[in-house]
């Protein structure tokens, strides 16, 4: 295949899967807000630790496997269905019964929820993640994406409803009615695709790096999520609810952003699996294609959420988080490397012991930074301290992906490209900022701010597109 069409099918996956992604994590981020208005802040609290449990013991639960999946093509998974996982399922499945186990006794100490709502939850959030990632795998994208987009719209809905007369427990049994109804619709689609499915032999040994592979992602995941929402644990037990609620506020990760970028590795992924897809091109110049498009995306985002930080949370958060946004632009520092995902070739060479590596080394070194990071600038010190790990681990991630793709790292990085649109994003989003400072209405200015914003990055995804067509 030539290599203008194996970049427009990546890119065609990528939108598929951010947009799988998207439409769930709209429908939270819209309740987040309406929630935080409109609920007292304990029963918020209390909601919202729901889902944090939720995520972090789902992460364990599910044990790596969808992004163990998300790395070989459907013939493959169906082979390593019946070698692998034949062999481990009991042991899986007992392993996701000791987690489902753990979160009715959590909920049910601190809120005293039922426990098969909430081992129910558990289990469907699994369930979901697995039959996700096996219809991606699959290229079976617009199944997950309709079936995603009509369980956000009854998320929200139930939310709405539930705010007339709120009851935690009758709201969370309405969202677990909703996740077995999907379930049910992604196990039937599951069903019928890969029943078409022929397996296919894997080479002497590959069982055995598959059972690796899954081990180390698995791993990798959790300490992602422990990377995460670390500091804000710690920082929760040592600070003041105020300031834990302003640092909380500024520490905030960007809506939807996460997902773009899962959705661009994933389709990588899924294309390199693929060999009569992709192995025409070279591994890491997709990545270096990738590069270049996410960069559209990223660069003009940074720039604005830098530049408009005090008018963004004023406008959403009122003026009593002000003091959150010295923390919000020291978080921001990271999000120009968000513009590539630096594991996805080491994922692809399975390469999963160099990704834990980085990953503790990561986490390690963000929490011994956090207490001098503090003392030397307060609040805004902790924040920094993660995104200076974070670059640290970047550079370990290219020197050992240079390393195995035998080229230097310099050549798995767009540098150029991304130079240019720096500059120019950083001049044009500046400008911007300066010409609606002065504007009467915050709101408005905001609103005119990532208008502008939003068309030059089109218009840079735009250039990149019809370049990439021409090859």
Known sequence: MAQGSVYKSVFK??????????????????????YSRALPREDYGDYQGVWVKLLLLGTLAYAGMPVTIITYAANVIKELARTVLKKYLWAYLGWLVVWMAVIAYLLKAELSLAWVLSA???????????????LMAAKHM?????????????????????LEDYNLERLLYYLLAGMVVRAVVLGALVYLIYKKVEPMAVPEGQASKAKNLWLHLGFYDL????????????????????????????AQ???????LLGAVSSSVLVQLAG??????????????????????????????????????????????????VPIFMMTLLVLPLRAYNYTTLL????????????????????????????QLMGL???????????????????????????TRWTSLLPLKNWGLKLLVFGLGIYLLHSLTRGMENMTLAVVAGGVGTAVAGMVALYLEVRGRRQV
Do not use: W
């Open 275 to 324: 060999k009569r897809d992709g192995g025409e091109v070279a591994p890491y110049r997709l990545m270096y294609a990738s590069g270049k498009l996410l960069s559209c995306i990223v660069f003009p985002l940074f720039f604005f959420l830098f530049f408009y930080s005090e008018e963004i949370f004023v406008v959403v958060f009122t003026e009593k988080y002000l003091p959150s």
């Open 253 to 259: 990760e960007i809506p939807f952003l996460p997902y």
């Open 223 to 250: 300490l992602q999520n422990v990377f995460r929402f670390g500091d804000k644990f710690i920082l929760s037990v040592l600070l003041t609810s105020g300031l834990y609620a302003v640092y909380y506020n500024g």
């Open 13 to 34: 996956n990528a939108a598929y899967i951010f947009f799988i992604k998207l439409f769930p994590a709209i429908a939270l981020f819209a309740v987040t807000i309406v």
């Open 380 to 406: 805004p010190g902790i924040a920094l301290g993660f995104v200076v790990s974070t670059y640290l681990q970047v550079a370990y991630y290219l020197h050992h992906t240079a390393r195995l793709s035998g």
């Open 347 to 374: 994922q692809h060479m399975h390469r999963g012991g160099l990704i834990n590596k980085g990953a503790i080394m990561d986490l390690v070194l963000a929490l011994a930074l956090m207490y001098p990071m503090y």
């Open 142 to 162: 617009r199944g997950v994406m309709v079936t995603n987009l009509l369980y956000a719209i009854y998320f929200l809905a139930i939310h709405v409803t539930a």
């Open 120 to 134: 129910g939850l558990l289990g469907m959030y699994v369930v979901h993640a697995v039959q996700e990632a096996l």
